[in-house]
């Protein structure tokens, strides 16, 4: 899907790692969010509460999931699942354009 069609864009912008990472919020009719992004070459770490859909849109990283120990190269396009209540460590090699999709717990 290359546009999401009417929704709704929080405004403030999400910024973490002193502005290396940045994403806008859009939420959907039917109550789902996701957020658009873009994140500089560094190493960073997130945690999660609801389980996501990280999709690599352009760039290229290295990503650490729950449960496992090695490394695993993302080139976009690609995805990966990060599950709920975990955390997640990202090796960003290039600029990356990402789109995260929450999946609520039931």
């Known amino acids: 899907m290359d546009k999401f069609d009417n929704v709704t864009v929080v405004k403030k912008a999400n910024v ?6 940045t994403s806008r ?4 009719a ?3 969010k996701k957020t658009l992004g873009i994140m500089m070459p560094d190493s960073y770490e997130f945690g999660t509460a609801d389980a996501e859909v990280m999709e690599i849109l352009a760039g290229e990283l ?13 080139v976009a396009p690609a995805s990966f699942d990060v599950p ?13 354009d990402y789109c995260c999709s929450y999946i609520p717990s039931i």
């Open 30 to 32: 039917d109550g789902t």
């Open 25 to 28: 919020t859009v939420l959907f």
């Open 84 to 96: 709920a209540n975990s955390s997640f460590k990202l090796k960003v090699k290039t600029v990356t």
């Open 16 to 21: 973490y790692y002193d502005g290396k990472v």
């Open 62 to 74: 290295d990503v650490l999931l729950p449960n496992s120990t090695s490394w695993e190269n993302i």
